[in-house]
């Protein structure tokens, strides 16, 4: 089940509901085997450039190539925009493969965040430490994750 984080900015009014994780329709025998599964990875993907990768990577080198996947926060290191996209992390031969996604703001790259909190499969929300991350509007550095409220998805 994935879960939303609520980022916020205690200097200003900057607020994001980003959801993260992965929820049951995003087995990866589902996206891999069905027509269905595969027309969502391509939506999840957002390019069919994208798609066309994964999907090869896949075919040629199976399931089990696919080391982590799911929504996680990416952050845009030029303009410092924060957004959700689906990650996931391919290892390929002595390679590893991620999608590249473009800042809606300025067009260049976008990073995930503390991306070595993905790969832990017992992840918990309080590893995430925003401690470092400028606010996209006030530049401050006092975002937070606000746990007050819960909303979990699938």
């Known amino acids: 089940m994935g879960s939303t984080l609520h980022i916020k900015c205690r200097s200003c009014d900057y607020a994001l509901d980003a959801p993260i994780g992965i929820g049951m329709q995003y087995m990866m025998e589902w996206l891999n085997e069905y027509s269905e599964g595969q027309k ?17 990577l896949i075919d040629k ?15 845009c290191q030029d303009c410092g925009h924060l957004c959700e996209r689906f990650y996931i992390c391919l290892d390929c031969d002595d390679s590893s493969y991620q999608p590249q ?16 909190i993905i790969m832990n499969d017992s992840f918990d929300e ?29």
Do not use: M
Request: hydrophobic residues 25%.
């Open 40 to 56: 969502l990875l391509r939506e999840l993907l957002r390019s069919d450039a994208e798609y066309k990768r994964v999907r090869a």
């Open 61 to 75: 080198n199976g399931e089990n190539t696919v080391k982590s996947y799911g929504h996680w926060l990416y952050r």
């Open 101 to 116: 996604y473009r800042c809606p703001t300025c067009k260049e790259h976008l990073y995930p965040v503390q991306e070595d």
């Open 126 to 154: 309080e590893q995430l430490d925003f401690k470092h991350i400028p606010c996209p509007k006030c530049k401050s550095l006092t975002l937070y994750h606000d746990n007050s409220s819960c909303c979990l998805w699938d």
